[in-house]
């Protein structure tokens, strides 16, 4: 499920976002503090953040340090406004959207579902998808050795098997999706992930018909991870 983070005092704006974010499934954690907002994103990952920038001391600072953070930087920002922080100032700092106050049911409705191709597209790019699939790698002096797949993203992917010192530097993968009949191929590098049971690749060289092939699943996986947010798109 996506997952958001309301940073606010206000309780008519958390009642009109948790209402939006409820027809939508998108799972809302709420906190009142600045300092309770920083903690929150330092330790979970987040679709989307939504911050009350004039009625919260500091919440302008809590975008700013997000957007310099790691786990958080790409998250889809929000800022409501109460005639403070200007429409300028809040793209400045870092926000996707603006939300001005008084926030009504429609007006949130409305920006969220011009924000799903965002955060979508930002999920699909980090979220790494479980599967059970065979990818045939050739490296160094290796041939087309099958090796399972833990995992797939669309800038890499994980082979279920232990680190052995020849994995370094460039790899061919072929695979085939689950429920494809397409064979895959593509080009990547070994990366470190300090994981004794899983070794990652990073795609270095996609062809277009993997990259689209891969992009439209990714996205039908997504699919069941959020199907409020893309019907209510529709």
Same mark, same amino acid.
């Given at each position: 499920?996506?997952?958001?983070?309301?940073?606010?005092?206000?309780?008519?704006?958390?009642?009109?976002?948790?209402?939006?974010?409820?027809?939508?499934?998108?799972?809302?954690?709420?906190?009142?503090?600045?300092?309770?907002?920083?903690?929150?994103?330092?330790?979970?990952?987040?679709?989307?953040?939504?911050?009350?920038?004039?009625?919260?001391?500091?919440?302008?600072?809590?975008?700013?340090?997000?957007?310099?953070?790691?786990?958080?930087?790409?998250?889809?920002?929000?800022?409501?406004?109460?005639?403070?922080?200007?429409?300028?100032?809040?793209?400045?700092?870092?926000?996707?959207?603006?939300?001005?106050?008084?926030?009504?049911?429609?007006?949130?409705?409305?920006?969220?579902?011009?924000?799903?191709?965002?955060?979508?597209?930002?999920?699909?790019?980090?979220?790494?998808?479980?599967?059970?699939?065979?990818?045939?790698?050739?490296?160094?002096?290796?041939?087309?050795?099958?090796? *399972?797949?833990?995992?797939? =993203? $669309?800038?890499?992917?994980? !082979? %279920?098997?232990?680190?052995?010192?020849?994995?370094? #530097?460039? &790899?061919?993968?072929?695979?085939?999706?689950?429920?494809?009949?397409?064979?895959?191929?593509?080009?990547?590098?070994?990366?470190?992930?300090?994981?004794?049971?899983?070794?990652?690749?990073?795609?270095?060289?996609? *062809?277009?018909?993997?990259? =689209? $092939?891969?992009?439209?699943? !990714? %996205?039908?996986?997504?699919?069941?991870?959020?199907? #409020?947010? &893309?019907?209510?798109?529709?």
């Amino acid at each position: 499920m996506l997952k958001a983070l309301l940073l606010t005092r206000d309780q008519e704006v958390l009642r009109v976002i948790r209402r939006v974010l409820e027809t939508v499934t998108i799972d809302l954690e709420t906190v009142t503090s600045t300092d309770a907002a920083r903690q929150a994103i330092d330790r979970r990952k987040f679709d989307a953040v939504l911050v009350d920038c004039d009625d919260v001391q500091s919440g302008c600072e809590v975008i700013r340090e997000l957007r310099k953070g790691k786990s958080n930087a790409k998250a889809i920002v929000f800022a409501i406004t109460n005639r403070i922080t200007t429409i300028h100032d809040a793209f400045t700092i870092g926000a996707n959207f603006i939300l001005e106050k008084p926030v009504s049911v429609d007006r949130a409705a409305r920006s969220l579902r011009a924000a799903h191709g965002l955060i979508l597209r930002e999920r699909r790019r980090y979220h790494r998808h479980q599967l059970e699939a065979t990818a045939y790698v050739t490296y160094g002096s290796l041939r087309d050795v099958p090796v *399972p797949l833990s995992n797939i =993203s $669309e800038g890499g992917m994980a !082979l %279920s098997a232990s680190r052995t010192a020849d994995m370094k #530097g460039p &790899i061919h993968l072929r695979f085939q999706l689950p429920g494809s009949s397409r064979s895959l191929e593509a080009k990547g590098e070994f990366i470190g992930n300090g994981n004794s049971r899983h070794v990652g690749i990073r795609f270095t060289s996609i *062809p277009p018909v993997t990259k =689209s $092939e891969l992009d439209a699943w !990714l %996205s039908r996986q997504l699919e069941v991870v959020a199907p #409020g947010l &893309i019907n209510a798109s529709r």
